[in-house]
């Protein structure tokens, strides 16, 4: 499991819809809509707590453009592809991370439209990586934009969060430039795995 910073997770799928309708089966709770993105994708909701959620990302319907976030270009069944952490200081902790070996990427802006039409704007860091999974998380800061998780969106219960990797140690470097703690057990190649508690029970999200 992480730590206290744990933004959210990221679980792609390749039809948004299609991908909803799974989840709400499988789970017992039905996400809810959070908006749509400049890049061609759109989310889905739900939350664990006050200050991380789980976002459902894929290609938005209303959309034309065909995006390549997360895999999704390429992406043909669901999977946990990232996940996000909130740094006190997004800046200093870029700063920092790169001092120690490992470069975040640079900071850039993103927003979303809710469906109430309201502009969400906040600040993350983005590297061009070509890994259609990524154990190392991505830096988030909302600035004055109210956190997703504090808005009124179903809950789940994150049970456990880990992270499966060739090279252990490496990632485990990587996530220390970050201040992040993770669980992380080797195997043959990256992976994300989340146990979610559901009105159904357990669910695993890999």
Known sequence: MTDRHLDHLVYAVPDL?????????RTGVRPVRGGSHPGGTANYLVRFGPTAYL????????SEVRPRAFGLATLTEPRLAAW?????????????????????????PLS????????????????EDPAAIRAVPFLIDWGTTTHPAATDLPRLGLVSFAA??????????????????LDVTEGP?????????????????S
């Open 17 to 25: 819809l299609a991908g909803v309708e799974d989840f709400a089966a």
């Open 55 to 62: 976002e459902i990302i894929g290609p938005d319907p209303e």
């Open 84 to 108: 996000a952490v909130h740094p006190q200081d997004l800046d200093k902790t870029v700063e920092l991370a790169r001092e120690r070996g490992y470069d975040p990427g640079d900071v850039q």
């Open 112 to 127: 979303r439209r809710t469906p109430s039409g309201e502009l969400l704007e906040w600040r993350l860091t983005r590297r």
């Open 164 to 181: 499966v990797h060739p090279d252990p140690g490496a990632l485990r470097r990587d996530l220390a430039a970050l201040d992040v703690t």
């Open 189 to 205: 190649e990256p992976g994300l795995r989340a146990v979610v508690d559901t009105p159904l029970g357990h669910v695993t999200l």
